[in-house]
């Protein structure tokens, strides 16, 4: 899948893939359909939800929606 060589590239390049948000940080790992989504623990990845990649779209415009995604999510939690 393309958004897992993409999300490898970033890695190599030594960016984090993680989003700020009121709560905390919240990372992404790939999966097969897209991005699975939460906070982060000794054990790894404490999913909160999965984000679907929109092949359609280039990474950057899935990034850009997984952004909003991720605000609306959190957003709600805190409410």
């Known amino acids: 899948m393309i958004h897992q060589e993409q999300y490898k590239e970033i890695i190599k390049q030594g960016i984090i893939p993680c989003f700020e948000t009121n709560t905390g940080e919240v990372y992404i790992e790939p999966t097969d359909m897209g991005f699975a989504v939460g906070t982060a623990c000794n054990i790894g990845l404490l999913k909160d ?15 850009n929606e997984l952004n909003e995604q991720i605000i609306d999510y959190y957003e709600e939690a805190e409410a």
Do not use: H, R, V
């Open 49 to 63: 939800f999965e984000f679907i990649y929109d092949s359609d779209f280039s990474f950057d415009e899935n990034l």
